[in-house]
């Protein structure tokens, strides 16, 4: 036998034993066995419970109204890197992925929120709209209200990243509109 057995048995045949002392969770189920001092669990009942599912979402094939959503999961760009970067990868969908663009825009205003100690909901709801503008077909005007934002919260990188996109969006617009003509 083990010591450790030898040493429950002996300390639990004294009176002295406190349910707290146990040195193992086993070990004060096996004093309530032995003394029978505490209820024992009504089986019955807990068998009559109503079943409960453990399984989640992704455990389960979608629904015909639970369709697979594209974009997610999101860039770690966006959820995790610098605000620059996820700015980056956010135009990057604006171009090749619309639809994802706004999830992306989402999550990184959330980081934008996060980095900013005491952002309040004028500046934030701003930065919002300034977003909401770049998904639809004021873009460039979107990113220059955007740019302007972050300049004034010193976030001179992020608007860096959003001027650059800006000339390179005028350049390519200007240049399909001498082609037009």
């Known amino acids: 036998m083990s010591a450790t057995f030898l040493f429950t048995a002996a300390t639990l045949a004294t009176e002295s034993y406190a349910p707290n002392t146990a040195l193992y969770p086993c070990q004060a189920r096996l004093r309530?066995?032995?003394?029978?001092?505490?209820?024992?669990?009504?089986?019955?009942?807990?068998?009559?419970?109503?079943?409960?599912?453990?399984?989640?979402?992704?455990?389960?094939?979608?629904?015909a109204d639970e369709t697979p959503n594209p974009c997610l999961p999101l860039p770690s760009a966006v959820l995790r890197g610098s605000l620059e970067h996820g700015m980056l990868v956010c135009l990057g969908l604006l171009k090749r992925n619309p639809g994802c663009f706004e999830q992306a825009a989402a999550a990184w205003h959330a980081r934008w929120c996060e980095v900013q100690p005491g952002v309040g909901l004028e500046e934030s709801h701003a930065v919002l709209a300034a977003l909401e503008m770049m998904s639809g077909r004021e873009r460039r005007r979107g990113a220059r209200r955007l740019s302007s934002l972050c300049r004034t919260e010193g976030l001179d990188d992020v608007a860096a990243v959003l001027d650059a996109w800006i000339e390179k969006s005028s350049r390519a617009a200007h240049a399909r509109h001498h082609v037009a003509a």
């Open 32 to 63: 309530r066995g032995i003394v029978g001092s505490w209820k024992q669990p009504d089986w019955k009942q807990q068998m009559e419970r109503e079943p409960q599912s453990y399984s989640s979402r992704a455990d389960r094939a979608p629904t």
